[in-house]
């Protein structure tokens, strides 16, 4: 039997995206047989003593909590891999820290604030020889993961073309047109939404060699909403694109073009919005074709959420899942099966798609990815 990987968690609070999807899986069976939450680390002492005496009654273990700097809790010697759940401006400072004193590291997406802070992550961790892992759950969606297959094994043959359209939805309250004030500083929305997106797309398809993008900032203005999202009457200037169309040739599949679409303010909650598609992704090939098809909030979310239908040359392929791709991800890490998950090098390789969409939506030039 395996020696369970011990665990110190930056940024687990008591509730929180963190508390509520990311640290549920390793503490429950079985992944619970193959992780150990050793300690948590918060901002403050008060917080950081409710998360450890939350987890400690949880677990039936005992939970050390650290605050305030990193280096206390990467300084522990019962810690082997490090947890980074905080704020995306904080990622590389708490990443830098964790392998510098060796530690294996779990990033969620994104990485880095930007291309060139990820690829010195990367490289940081190449140095130090440390395992990494990144949140892009979507490598573990199980639509993902059988559509990557059927590419593979030519169920639809030489591939086409790729067809993404999908939705930032207004009930989703980061970015425009609605934020909670919790989120007024969340990272930028093409990073996250476009950036789970296309990690699914290219598991499935491969790089894009080269892109040409249009963005557009449809909302001038944000309005801040409660917990319960109703507008607060205080409104913010919208600081991003709200609306991303990008093109470009797939590298593994000559002649092959993708298309994808990313629409923000759609709704899915109003008597209008029946039957509103909140994903359609097709993948044609000369021998038949793959279709993801969803109306609901969770067809925004890939890296989360199954799509509703999915299709193989017609037919309708019943797809489920029962642990959640969070689940997925840590089990693949934990097993060893490199390739599986997502590294700190995958994080770069994606983040030169976003880049180049960035760059050629503000320049108005076809950009190359250089993956």
Request: charged share 20%; proline share 4%.
């Amino acid at each position: 039997m395996s020696i369970p990987i011990r665990v110190g968690f930056i940024g687990l609070s008591t509730r929180g995206w963190a508390a509520s999807t990311l640290a549920p899986p390793i503490l429950s069976v079985p992944l619970s047989s193959k992780y150990t939450l050793t300690a948590v680390s918060t901002t403050n002492a008060t917080s950081a003593s409710a998360s450890a005496e939350k987890y400690t009654k949880e677990t039936g273990r005992t939970v050390k909590p650290y605050h305030g700097d990193a280096a206390n809790i990467v300084g522990d010697d019962e810690v082997d891999l490090i947890v980074v759940a905080v704020k995306v401006p904080d990622h590389g400072k708490v990443a830098r820290t964790a392998i510098e004193k060796g530690k294996d590291v779990f990033v969620e997406w994104p990485l880095g604030n930007g291309l060139q802070e990820t690829l010195e992550l990367a490289e940081a961790a190449k140095r130090k020889g440390v395992r990494t892992l990144v949140g892009l759950q979507g490598w573990q969606s199980p639509a993902v993961v059988k559509a990557r297959e059927w590419v593979a094994s030519g169920k639809i043959g030489r591939v086409l073309s790729a067809t993404w359209v999908s939705a930032k939805l207004e009930e989703f309250t980061l970015w425009a047109p609605f934020t909670t004030q919790t989120d007024v500083y969340a990272a930028d929305p093409s990073n996250v939404v476009v950036g789970h997106h296309l990690s699914a797309i290219t598991r499935i398809l491969g790089p894009v060699e080269s892109i040409s993008a249009t963005s557009s900032k449809v909302f001038d203005s944000v309005q801040v909403v409660d917990a319960q999202s109703k507008p607060t009457g205080e409104t913010l200037a919208n600081r991003s694109p709200d609306q991303w169309a990008a093109s470009g040739l797939l590298k593994n599949h000559p002649g092959a073009l993708f298309s994808g679409t990313w629409r923000s303010g759609v709704s899915v909650s109003k008597e209008t919005d029946k039957d509103r598609p909140t994903l359609v992704f097709i993948i044609d090939g000369d021998k038949g074709f793959i279709k993801f098809e969803s109306s609901s909030f969770g067809g925004s979310i890939i890296n989360m959420f199954v799509p509703e239908k999915v299709y193989l040359n017609g037919e309708e392929v019943k797809v489920e899942d029962t642990v959640g791709t969070a689940h997925r991800n840590w089990e693949a890490y934990a097993s060893g099966a490199e390739g599986e998950y997502a590294t700190f090098d995958d994080a770069v390789d994606l983040y030169k798609h976003l880049d180049a969409i960035s760059t050629s939506a503000s320049e108005g030039r076809v950009v190359s990815v250089g993956v």
